[in-house]
């Protein structure tokens, strides 16, 4: 078995909306997770909202449309997991201590911008925001746990979103811009690596999860897509001029993860299509620094004009990122044909492969499929290094008497992942690190459940939101520690 490279960055991601809590101590502001009800993989979560004359509803978390007149709101007696989470604000110690314990190169984790900036437009950052946040780096580098910081994480103040329209709106690449040189100033020495939006491509991406996106919204998203990479382009571009030592990636959801159903050319050539418009459009841009061949096509399909200025392009081919990450689950399989088996519950995960098979929310268990996806970007963007950014199981754990969970399944899956990251060193790409998700339980982003855990550190908290929130190790936290004690070399 190949030796992973010896400085190899092993350890785990999380997301401040899915694990802090303390929604509104601080100084926080909301974000959109704060008005974001729990569901399950088949009754979607509900974004609640206020009409003017009062009244309160809830739209899916999966397309649905909030009412122009009506504000997003947090209503009584209903449950945000967001608001508690599972309390990391104030248990981070405790939780970096058990990283550390386990071995922890590297922490995947967020930084909330309505921590930094409550509404998001601020002329002066919120000093409470800036001091946990240094807590938190500071907690890790006593470790020697280098932190990998993302930006931006599913985390756009709410305010920025309801009174300013958020990322459809040109003006919020200046207010990221104010954002991200406050922490790139304000982090220098504790951090080093950056990643700016969390698998930005899911912008366009959605028009195929989602059954039924409606085919008038892609022009809209698209455009979103455009001023968050132009505004990653310029991060990019700043974070140089203020530490030449930052190393800055972007973040792409999946890969190449998806294969024709069947060898009908056709099968192929859609395929084909659907990795081009989703994934290598926004990865071709952030890493080359300009819009692919094969942009035009799709901006015609779609009727899409982009706002897009000579500056934008200017910015975008002066703000390449220096690495690639993404985050690597399963595989789906696209097809022209009708007669097939769907996928993936609230989403839509195109067809169902027969030579694999599926966890419980319905995604594939194909670790080859990682060692493909790590290829075909080696391929693509030839020497840039890359890291796994999230990897997991999501699964249902049972907290058993004596405090010990056993989870053979999660070792299981990890274990093959590994020897596929393995694999595709032998192969020759660079990979230079791979923080597993949800490396302690958390929140699920698609489901807001607790129960569909990835964590080798179990919480003890309820889809109700009951619990001690107590954590408490499984058995794969002394296996992960073991492989990451042997850089890999004993996965048993
Ligand atoms: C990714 C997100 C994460 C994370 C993960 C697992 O899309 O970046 O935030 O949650 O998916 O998904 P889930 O929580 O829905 O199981």
């Not at 099968?267 to 620094?289: C, E, H, P, W």
């Amino acid at each position: 078995m190949t030796k992973f490279p010896k400085n190899f960055y092993w350890g785990g991601a999380t997301a401040a909306n899915q694990c802090e809590g303390a929604y509104n101590e601080g100084g926080k502001g909301l974000t959109s997770s704060d008005v974001t009800t729990a569901g399950t993989h088949t009754e979607p979560r509900k974004v609640t909202y206020r009409m003017p004359d009062g009244t309160a509803g809830g739209a899916s978390f999966f397309g649905g449309v909030v009412p122009k007149e009506a504000k997003r709101a947090i209503l009584e007696g209903v449950y945000y997991p967001s608001h508690e989470a599972i309390d990391f604000y104030h248990r981070y110690k405790e939780d970096i201590a058990l990283f550390a314990e386990m071995g922890f190169k590297m922490f995947r984790m967020s930084i909330a911008w309505s921590r930094i900036f409550p509404k998001g437009i601020e002329e002066t950052p919120n000093q409470a925001g800036l001091d946990f946040y240094r807590s938190v780096f500071e907690e890790l580098k006593k470790y020697n746990i280098e932190p990998l910081v993302t930006i931006s994480h599913y985390d756009t103040p709410l305010y920025l979103e309801e009174e300013l329209g958020g990322w459809n709106n040109r003006d919020a690449i200046a207010y990221f811009d104010r954002y991200t040189e406050t922490i790139f100033n304000e982090y220098k020495g504790l951090v080093k690596y950056w990643l700016t939006f969390n698998e930005i491509n899911t912008a366009v991406m959605v028009k195929d999860l989602i059954p039924n996106y409606p085919k008038s919204r892609v022009a809209q998203s698209a455009q979103v897509l455009h001023y968050q990479m132009v505004a990653s382009a310029r991060a990019v571009k700043r974070a140089h001029e203020i530490n030449p030592d930052y190393v800055v990636g972007c973040m792409i959801a999946g890969g190449p993860s998806q294969y024709p159903l069947t060898c009908d050319p056709k099968d192929v050539l859609y395929t084909q299509k659907n990795l081009q418009d989703n994934y290598f459009y926004a990865s071709d841009t952030m890493i080359r620094g300009a819009y692919p061949y094969f942009a035009k096509r799709f901006w015609d399909e779609f009727n899409i004009t982009l706002d897009i200025t000579d500056q934008d392009k200017k910015d975008l081919l002066e703000g390449k990122v220096d690495m690639l990450t993404f985050s690597y689950y399963s595989t789906s399989c696209k097809t022209t044909h009708t007669d097939f088996e769907t996928t993936g519950g609230n989403f839509s995960m195109g067809a169902k492969n027969p030579y694999l098979t599926y966890s419980q929310w319905g995604w594939s268990l194909d670790p080859d499929g990682l060692r493909y996806c790590l290829n075909e970007y080696a391929g693509r963007y030839p020497g840039l290094p890359m890291m796994v950014v999230e990897n997991g199981l999501g699964a249902v754990d049972v907290l058993e008497e004596d405090g010990t969970v056993h989870d053979p399944y999660r070792i299981e899956y990890l274990r093959a992942h590994i020897q596929a990251m393995s694999e595709a060193l032998e192969d020759g790409v660079n990979l230079i690190g791979y923080t597993s998700w949800g490396c302690i339980d958390l929140i699920s982003a698609s489901t807001g459940e607790m129960k569909k855990r990835y964590g080798y550190i179990y919480v003890d908290k309820n889809n109700d939101g009951s619990g001690t929130l107590n954590r408490y190790k499984k058995d794969s936290f002394y296996w992960y520690k073991k492989v990451i004690a042997t850089n890999g070399e004993d996965l048993n």
